[in-house]
């Protein structure tokens, strides 16, 4: 798990850097898959407030908190983040393993129903791949298709894990 902290308004010590690492340790007993968290504490006035980000699996969950006190503010939000993913954990599990399932049935569960949520109209536009990966970050997305100026055929460009970029070429099979 990938840990960011920081600090705002505020000295990050490394007795509260150590309290906030232990506290997302103990979420991982209670999921494995967690990839990221990110940590956000701050003082406004005399109120310390506490922000979580933290992305398990395919899910983003988030969770904020403030008190007079910061540790008491972390506490309250790594609990609010405990009861998101307890929720979490009882919605992945599968309640009915004891059913029996009919083989006919089984030929219905095999493939996911696709569900398309959002459509949307781009225009396709001739660049080259360097244009596209600006277009692609200038609107916030993770991928790009374009038409590239020299092979006039449709590429697409997307954004890798780690924050480099691939492109997909078309070829046609022998």
Same mark, same amino acid.
């Given at each position: +798990?990938?840990? &960011? ?11 509260? $850097? ?13 999921? *494995?898959?967690?990839?990221?968290? @990110? ?8 109120? &310390?407030?506490? !922000? ?5 699996? =395919?899910?983003? +969950? ?9 540790? *008491? ?7 609010? +983040?405990? %009861?998101?993913? $307890? ?6 599990? !599968? &309640?009915?393993? !004891? ?8 030929? %219905? ?5 696709? =569900? ?10 001739? +660049? ?10 200038? @609107? ?6 374009? @038409? ?6 449709? @590429? ?6 780690? =924050? ?8 046609? =099979? $022998?």
């Amino acid at each position: +798990m990938r840990i &960011h902290i920081v600090a705002r308004k505020m000295k990050m010590t490394d007795a509260i $850097k150590t309290f906030i690492e232990e506290r997302l340790a103990k979420l991982q007993d209670y999921v *494995s898959d967690i990839v990221w968290a @990110q940590v956000i504490v701050s003082v406004e006035k005399k109120l &310390h407030n506490a !922000d979580i980000v933290l992305h398990v699996g =395919n899910q983003t +969950m988030k969770a904020s908190a403030s008190t007079d006190e910061l540790y *008491s503010a972390i506490d309250k939000v790594m609990t609010k +983040m405990e %009861a998101q993913i $307890k929720k979490y954990n009882s919605r992945r599990t !599968d &309640h009915r393993a !004891d059913e029996v399932i009919d083989e006919d049935e089984t030929v %219905a569960l095999i493939g996911p129903e696709i =569900n398309f949520t959002v459509v949307k109209d781009v225009p396709l536009k001739s +660049m080259s791949k360097d244009e596209a990966v600006i277009e692609m970050e200038k @609107q916030g997305f993770t991928f790009w298709l374009y @038409q590239d100026r020299e092979a006039k055929q449709l @590429q697409l460009v997307f954004k890798r894990m780690d =924050n480099t970029y691939g492109l997909l070429q078309p070829v046609k =099979n $022998k």
